[in-house]
């Protein structure tokens, strides 16, 4: 009896980690799981403009995480994706953040962030639009957990983002 007690807990507690991802995700939650070749040819994402995209892990890894930034006005969404074998041809989307509505003055920046100075690309911000060496400060902020494949929100606190230049 203890022992099936046991495994309903662990199937209850895998379930709720396999639905944790597209917490943030809103409407485009369907995008969580598609597979593809280029981000730039994903049909729900026909409304939106390209606005960039960087590889977060080493580039010899096996699994290879991407996170792209695509723009619709003032909406954006963020998706962070891996190629689990450097064969594959595509890439498969683990979680998803949709913005809505970024104030006039912020942005989202992904890849180029760093949190008390020191740099992590896992950090996906909404900081003040700016023309500095970094951007500061944040409104919000959001961790990709490379362990859990997730966006898990994060502490504000310290959080800036360097400033590439051009139009945001």
Same mark, same amino acid.
């Given at each position: ?8 807990? $662990?199937?209850?507690?895998?379930? $709720? ?16 799981? $598609? +597979? ?9 994402? &026909? ?35 891996? +190629? ?43 900081? &003040? ?18 362990? +859990?494949?997730? $966006?898990?929100?994060?502490? +504000? ?12």
């Amino acid at each position: 009896m203890r022992l099936l007690c046991v495994l309903v807990a $662990l199937l209850m507690c895998s379930g $709720l980690i396999a639905n944790a991802q597209g917490n943030y995700a809103g409407s485009m939650k369907k995008l969580i799981g $598609l +597979k593809y070749k280029d981000s730039n040819s994903i049909a729900a994402l &026909k409304d939106y403009s390209y606005h960039e995209a960087s590889l977060i892990s080493d580039v010899n890894d096996p699994g290879a995480i991407t996170v792209d930034h695509f723009q619709k006005g003032s909406d954006a969404v963020v998706f962070f994706s891996v +190629k689990e074998d450097q064969d594959d041809e595509e890439f498969t989307i683990l979680d998803v953040l949709e913005f809505k509505n970024v104030p006039q003055g912020w942005q989202i920046k992904t890849a180029l962030c760093r949190q008390n100075e020191i740099a992590n690309s896992e950090i996906v911000a909404l900081v &003040k639009s700016g023309t500095g060496e970094f951007l500061k400060p944040a409104k919000q902020a959001w961790r990709f957990s490379r362990d +859990k494949r997730r $966006l898990q929100p994060m502490d +504000k606190l310290g959080v800036d983002c360097i400033y590439e230049g051009g139009d945001d």
